[in-house]
């Protein structure tokens, strides 16, 4: 009752959504302040405020919202669910361990490239990697890595969805430039980011994919720009398949183990 159906979505499950986005956004916000960045009526969002807080979803700490901790349950959750997940947890450790840089694995979902573990060895501007926030697929190396396995007209797709925005000088911008760049990773097999996410970040990613083929996200390093050279490149290049390979294979022996122990499995 009350909620404006516009077709396939709820209008008032969209603007509860993009108050707890905003929250995030500000790193906390007034009421006052929310009102103005989502030019909602005050009583609008006061009400969606008070069922988030309500169920657990935000928190009001002297008059500042934030996201409640009921969140930290949800991630741990979606971090679990599958076993590629939780067997990724080990491979982002062992890879760091090794190399010595910040390791990640990261999915696509809905378009965008969301890290799921970051093992960070240094305190570098990469420390975006661990806060499970949303980037674009076009100026991250996992993101590259990821849908230079996608059909070119799935791609097409998330272009016209979220475009292709100018990150930083060294961003791509055009179709031309992103498809070009995919054939290139095609190619090499793997991925690289030269400051086109954020300044003095370098990062090379390689798709992680399943038995049945489908990629399931992607493996990466990164670090500050001014300790990548030529030499450097080939090795971690190197090292990275070398993870990948090995990653891939523990899926592969977890898939034959759940379906061997699957109740559903038929053993005629």
């Given amino acids: 009752m009350g909620s404006k159906d516009t077709g396939r979505t709820l209008e008032t499950t969209k603007l509860s959504l993009e108050l707890l986005e905003r929250i995030v956004e500000l790193d906390g916000a007034s009421l006052t302040e929310l009102t103005e960045v989502t030019n909602l009526a005050k009583s609008t969002v006061y009400n969606h405020l008070t069922t988030l807080s309500e169920h657990g979803y935000v928190v009001n700490e002297n008059n500042q919202y934030y996201l409640g901790v009921k969140f930290c349950h949800l991630g741990q959750y979606v971090k679990h669910r599958k076993s590629i997940y939780r067997l990724a947890e080990d491979a982002v450790s062992r890879l760091a361990d090794e190399v010595e840089l910040d390791a990640d694995f990261a999915v696509e979902e809905h378009g965008r490239i969301v890290s799921l573990y970051g093992d960070l060895t240094a305190d570098t501007v990469s420390h975006f990697l661990t806060d499970g926030r949303s980037f674009y697929v076009h100026s991250t190396a996992s993101g ?43 190619e090499r097999g793997y991925a690289i980011s030269h400051e086109e996410s954020i300044p003095g970040l370098w990062s090379i990613s390689m ?61 005629r």
């Fill in 207 to 267: 798709a992680v994919t399943e038995p049945q083929g489908g990629v399931c996200g992607a493996l990466s390093l990164s670090c500050p720009i001014y300790l990548v050279d030529h030499r450097m490149k080939s090795t971690l290049a190197e090292v990275l398949q070398r993870h990948v390979e090995r990653f891939e294979d523990e899926i592969e022996q977890s898939y034959t183990t759940e379906r061997s122990t699957s109740p559903h499995t038929d053993s």
């Fill in 144 to 186: 590259r890595a990821i849908i230079a396995e996608y059909s070119d007209e799935h791609v097409h797709t998330i272009i016209d969805r979220w475009g292709l925005p100018q990150e930083t000088e060294q961003s791509t911008t055009t179709r031309e430039e992103l498809f070009a760049e995919l054939a290139t990773v095609r």
